[in-house]
């Protein structure tokens, strides 16, 4: 059974990475890819976080604190224990990026991303749509740059997500 998922992992990723992918789909999910390196997230917490007056702002950004207190371990542990080759290593010659770390399961990027927009949603309804389309095209974007399968991006979003869920019902507690 694991060997038809890994089979039908590989084969999804092959339709969907192209050796010669237009420049515009690559320049898009470069892009995508960039804005789930960190960097935003450590501005969306202290711009709309510790520098505001905003009560419900300062929480949102102890909520995403959290939220990557709480994920980063399981994903460190999660990327070491499965220690998962990336396709780039193993199925192509190469992909567009050079990977941060040598494993790919579970997607750092996806995890990030969906821990992101599962708060974001929560504090900002309105833009819950565009938080999660977001969060999707961060994922996309690492299987169509090659350095992820797509179980890989699923897997590290309902981690994200999972962990941005947590974070908000332990803040509403407090």
Known sequence: MLKKVVQLDQSL????????????????????????NGGLYVLIAVGFGWLSSEAELRLMAMTLLLGFLIERPIYYVAKNSFARIRPCDCLVKSAYITPSDKFSLPSGHSAGAFLVAVILAQYFPHFAELCFLWATGVAASRVLLGVHFPVDVVLGALMGGSCGLLAILIVATL
């Open 13 to 36: 990723f092959l339709m969907l990475f192209n050796g010669n992918a237009p420049r515009w789909l690559k320049n898009s999910a470069l892009g995508f890819s960039k804005t789930g």
